[in-house]
């Protein structure tokens, strides 16, 4: 996917910014994810479009795919480390999630780096009902101090885990147990990635293809939509 290949694994400081405030890890990430998707996301798109001459579906279906893929790959890697990686393992993967929705907006035509960007990915994990409400709750994050969690590294992680894990699809107690136990992790990892990146991302390209982006509205939208 060209600007789409760069390295996709999360800043090493993002986990601790988790644990620091894991009430709010989704928001947190969310934040981050559009700080650092944003901007390759619109360049991959803007090249696709005027160089190659990509439809937007076609550049929402790369990129669905390509992170769908991603994923699964990250899961067969993730599952060897069972508990003791658990929740740098939920990181990664909603880090590449987070990065997939981006790009999808993108290819659709929707700018990537808008403010409200974060906000529909928070809604379409599940998260929020609506971005208008996901986009408050991320204005509280930016404006104000983490409050200070008191507990132990194992219960911030706790905490982080329950949060991540219903952002990225997995909050069933049976696919829990399955990411901690060895070998059969690593099987049920890749599946289980695939699956719920791959409806995360049917999500995407329903919500960012079932309204034109403004960039291809006015009175000759089919003209100006690339063939």
Do not use: C
Request: aromatic fraction near 8%.
């Amino acid at each position: 996917m060209s600007d789409a290949d760069e390295p996709t694994s999360p800043p090493a400081s993002l986990l601790e910014r988790l644990r620091a405030d894991p009430v709010r890890a989704p928001e947190h990430l969310a934040l981050a994810a559009s700080d650092q998707f944003g901007p390759p996301a619109a360049t991959w798109a803007q090249r696709q479009r005027n160089v190659f001459g990509k439809h937007p579906v076609e550049l929402g279906e790369m990129a669905r795919k390509r992170h769908v893929n991603l994923a699964s790959a990250e899961g067969a890697a993730a599952g060897v480390g069972g508990l003791v990686t658990l929740v740098p393992d939920l990181v990664a993967l909603a880090w590449l999630q987070s990065r997939m929705v981006f790009f999808i907006a993108a290819g659709y035509g929707w700018d990537p780096r808008d403010p409200m960007r974060p906000a529909e990915l928070l809604a379409l994990t599940g998260l929020y009902s609506d971005p208008v409400g996901a986009r408050a709750a991320l204005d509280g994050v930016g404006r104000t101090v983490a409050e200070h969690y008191v507990g132990s590294k194992f219960q911030r992680d706790e905490a982080v885990a329950s949060k991540l894990l219903k952002m990225v699809g997995k909050s069933g107690a049976k696919k829990v147990a399955g990411k901690l136990i060895p070998g059969f992790a690593i099987a049920f990892s890749a599946v289980s990635n695939r699956r719920d990146t791959t409806a995360l991302g049917k999500r995407a390209t329903g919500f960012y293809g079932g309204t034109v982006a403004p960039m291809y509205r006015g009175p000759f939208t089919q003209e100006r939509l690339p063939r």
